[in-house]
């Protein structure tokens, strides 16, 4: 049967948020679909399902038209519907996802992913109440790259993502709680080439020279969501008033630049192996991202010699052996990946009761995908922070998304993390005194 369009006008309040979005693919369509023998190109987001006379209610929708949203859903078969990651520019295949369903309620709908499978260990991660919590369906709940929800009598909208989203607006948020402390401050480090402001923030010593000096890079690969919550738990020891904080406000200066990618993480994007690169591989010659063009100029300036570590938080790919364990990727370097298994052992001593953490975990340089042949000619973040003058740890940190080991990642525990590798942080710093 033939699939036919009808072209809507766009939702009044999220326009100018989203203008970008969307102005990339043809304005959102319902679609009436019966049957999926027509796979559309990837063109909207937005798809409003038609379905038999029996099911509850006539319609429903799914969309990714809000911050962070990505999907292609191209078809639906009665209440399955057939969907996708939206690529947009990557050059190898990725697996982010991340939309929501409106006017289901008392439905059970099938998603069904075409193409690889996009769902990680524990399932999808829904929300329904706007992104405020999340949950994981478990793994029980996907099969053969499909899951089915069951929406409540009530349900209004449920949004569902691979795994836990941490946008701009969460940021805001834990930002805000700290809105009157004397030991952090919220600058802009750029405007990304959509016109997006890019956070620097500093915390910790801020009101006198420090002893030390930390950079903190996070979404240099838009889709790595966790390792900001571990970012935020970092930055929430920093600014505590507790031993470990106080020790941070009276000898070190933090600098995170928590947004690398700004606007593919408020895009939705993947951002990683972006077409002709992406941000973590833009820190040789030309840079052609205002952010990392932004963090090479301003980083020296700013460390006047004291930058002793820099951290650059990551998340692996989906599943099986270095992607369910939090690791460090060990550097080219032999004097620089000495430092990293120093503070590898320091962190295993300090991470009890976050996340699991085991040294042993790190991979070294030459093994599985570490290799000169994966950066070719170009150049990390870790890489040029560990050139910076002084700098005597600069490494990336591997957080997954959905499990460590047996223990299931919630925001919570990846912040908690965060706390732990603020602890190490300081052993680290006070032993390299010594
Ligand atoms: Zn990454």
Same mark, same amino acid.
């Given at each position: 049967?033939r699939?036919s369009r009808?072209?809507?006008?766009?939702?009044?309040?999220?326009?100018?948020?989203?203008?970008?979005t969307?102005?990339?693919?043809?304005?959102?369509?319902?679609?009436?679909?019966?049957?999926?023998?027509h796979?559309?190109?990837?063109?909207?987001?937005?798809?409003?399902?038609v379905?038999?006379?029996?099911a509850?209610t006539?319609?429903?929708?799914t969309?990714?038209?809000?911050p962070?949203?990505n999907?292609?859903?191209?078809?639906?078969?009665?209440?399955?519907?057939?969907?996708?990651?939206?690529?947009?520019?990557?050059?190898e295949?990725?697996?982010?996802?991340?939309?929501?369903?409106r006017?289901a309620?008392?439905r059970?709908?099938?998603?069904q992913?075409?193409?690889n499978?996009?769902?990680?260990?524990?399932?999808?991660?829904?929300s329904?109440?706007?992104?405020?919590t999340w949950s994981?369906?478990?793994?029980?709940?996907a099969?053969?790259s499909?899951?089915?929800?069951?929406?409540?009598?009530?349900s209004?909208?449920?949004q569902?993502?691979?795994?836990? $989203?941490?946008? &701009? %607006?969460?940021l @805001?948020?834990?930002l805000g709680?700290?809105?009157?402390?004397?030991?952090? *401050?919220?600058?802009?480090?750029?405007?990304?080439?959509?016109g997006r402001?890019?956070?620097r923030?500093?915390?910790?010593r801020?009101?006198?020279?420090?002893?030390y000096?930390?950079?903190?890079t996070?979404?240099?690969h838009a889709?790595?969501?966790?390792?900001?919550?571990?970012?935020?738990?970092?930055?929430?020891?920093?600014?505590a008033d507790?031993d470990?904080?106080?020790?941070?406000?009276n000898n070190?200066?933090?600098?995170?630049?928590p947004?690398?990618?700004k606007?593919?993480?408020?895009?939705?994007?993947?951002?990683?192996?972006?077409?002709?690169?992406?941000?973590?591989?833009d820190?040789?010659?030309?840079s052609?991202? $205002?952010?990392? &063009? %932004?963090?090479? @100029?301003?980083v020296?300036r700013?460390?006047?010699?004291?930058?002793?570590? *820099?951290?650059d938080?990551?998340?692996?790919h989906?599943?099986?052996k270095?992607?369910?364990?939090?690791?460090?990727?060990?550097?080219?370097?032999?004097?620089?990946?000495?430092?990293?298994k120093?503070?590898?052992?320091i962190?295993?001593?300090?991470?009890k009761g976050?996340?699991?953490?085991?040294?042993?975990?790190?991979?070294?340089?030459?093994t599985?995908?570490?290799?000169?042949?994966n950066?070719?000619?170009?150049?990390?973040?870790?890489?040029?922070?560990?050139?910076?003058?002084?700098?005597r740890?600069?490494?990336?940190i591997?957080?997954?998304?959905?499990?460590?080991?047996?223990?299931?990642?919630?925001?919570?525990?990846?912040?908690?993390?965060?706390r732990?590798?603020?602890?190490a942080?300081?052993?680290?710093?006070e032993n390299s005194?010594?």
């Open positions: 049967m699939l009808i072209i809507r006008a766009k939702p009044h309040k999220e326009m100018n948020m989203h203008y970008k969307l102005s990339r693919s043809v304005a959102p369509v319902i679609l009436l679909a019966i049957g999926c023998s796979i559309l190109p990837a063109t909207s987001s937005q798809r409003t399902f379905s038999p006379p029996s509850p006539s319609s429903y929708t969309d990714a038209d809000f962070g949203g999907i292609i859903a191209d078809c639906n078969e009665g209440d399955t519907i057939y969907l996708r990651p939206d690529q947009r520019d990557s050059s295949w990725w697996f982010y996802w991340n939309f929501r369903v006017g309620a008392g059970t709908l099938k998603f992913f075409t193409g499978d996009p769902i990680g260990t524990q399932g999808p991660a829904v329904t109440d706007g992104g405020r994981w369906l478990g793994p029980q709940a099969q053969d499909a899951f089915s929800y069951t929406f409540g009598r009530d209004g909208e449920v569902f993502c691979f795994s836990i $989203p941490y946008l &701009e %607006a969460n @805001q948020e834990f709680r700290y809105a009157d402390s004397p030991h952090l *401050a919220v600058r802009e480090l750029c405007r990304t080439g959509k402001s890019v956070e923030i500093h915390a910790g801020i009101d006198a020279e420090p002893n000096r930390v950079l903190l996070a979404r240099h889709c790595e969501m966790i390792a900001s919550y571990s970012l935020e738990g970092l930055l929430e020891a920093v600014l507790t470990i904080g106080r020790w941070f406000q070190v200066e933090v600098l995170a630049v947004f690398v990618d606007d593919g993480v408020e895009d939705g994007d993947q951002g990683k192996s972006r077409r002709p690169h992406d941000h973590n591989r820190y040789l010659g030309k052609i991202y $205002p952010s990392v &063009e %932004a963090v090479r @100029q301003f020296p700013w460390s006047k010699g004291k930058l002793m570590v *820099a951290l938080l990551h998340c692996p989906i599943r099986g270095y992607n369910e364990v939090i690791y460090i990727v060990g550097s080219p370097n032999q004097a620089a990946w000495q430092q990293q120093e503070f590898a052992a962190l295993e001593s300090v991470c976050s996340l699991p953490y085991r040294a042993e975990s790190s991979l070294p340089f030459g599985a995908w570490n290799t000169a042949a950066y070719g000619q170009y150049k990390s973040c870790s890489r040029w922070a560990e050139e910076q003058p002084g700098v740890l600069a490494t990336t591997e957080i997954p998304y959905a499990n460590v080991g047996a223990a299931v990642v919630t925001a919570d525990n990846a912040r908690a993390f965060g732990d590798l603020a602890g942080l300081r052993n680290y710093l005194d010594k």
